[in-house]
């Protein structure tokens, strides 16, 4: 059984402490890194864009090295490195990289070279462009960013598209569904790592007035609470209200909503309960089924790399009994694969 499924059937347990996610540098505490792709030692922009101007100018180019270099570099190195190649060559790099490569690996190897914001960015336009919304989409992106992320963001989609992202959502989302993402969208969730007690048994109390315990549901409660508090206190809060209703919040939003704001409501318990489960059921879900969503391992890969994804590769392991490197080692093929699983990092 998932994570999640057990998450949804039992009662809340103790989430694990995050007093170990420290360590101390010079004396002080600073969290503790998880990401897949580290500083490259010794890195030297110019020899980088050199190498990478032969591997794409080479007889059939070689996907190799263009792989080897921009998997083993941070995002931060990698726009020095396109930086210095333009200056360079008189082409911006990422635009020498769409004439030499095709398919999914064009796609990843794009999606490196985006600084965060502008990637995310770009999520979310692509989100809202197609032919009907990709909600799932807005939700994760929105849910999991930090106050400054989202920030930043709201910037650099208002840059590339000349469209602020709040109009956009407003116009290709309704209801109950966008007054949940514009709550998001304010960035000015609660970001501390502290625990108010009498606040989590309040909140918990509301919540259960606002679903089970009255004739249909208080919506704005469920959003207003749940968009504002930080991760550490909305698990409490679900402890506590495991201690208030004879089920757990999740099945409780099941019941209680549906469409669009239930699927999102429940994407944020989720979120804040174990982030790196979230991402792990959204790598499952890509890899299941007959025909891989490239897409979602594109995002998730790329976006999580230098954030939490050692976590999410533990957590995948222990949800689906197998590593995530295997998963995709069967689900893709060729260069695109050897991409993806460098940024998996070892198993």
Known sequence: MSFFKKFFKDIVRDRKSDDDDTVLVKGKPKPKYYGTVCPYPNFNASNDAAVLKSAIESKGVDEDVIISVLVKRTNEQRQKIKAVYEATTGERLDQALKKALRSDLEDVTLALLMPAPQFDAYLLRKATKRLGTDEDVLVEVLATRTNQQIREIKM??????????????????????????????????????????????????????????????????????????????????????????DMTLPKALEMELNGDIEDCLIDIVKVSWNTPAFFAEKLHKAMERRGTCEDTLIRVLVSRSEVDLKKIVEEYHAMYDMSVQEAIWHDTKGHYQKVLLGLCGPC
């Open 156 to 245: 650099a989609f208002k840059q590339e598209y000349d469209e602020e992202l709040e109009e956009v959502i407003k116009d290709d989302t309704s209801g109950d569904f966008t007054t949940a993402l514009l709550a998001l969208l304010k960035a000015d969730k609660d970001e501390s790592t502290q625990v108010d007690m009498d606040l989590a048994q309040k909140d918990a109390k509301i919540l259960f007035e606002a679903g089970e315990n009255s004739k249909g549901s208080n919506v704005s409660d469920f959003i207003n609470i749940l968009t504002s508090r930080s991760g550490p206190q909305l698990s409490k809060t679900f402890q506590k209200y495991a201690c208030v209703s």
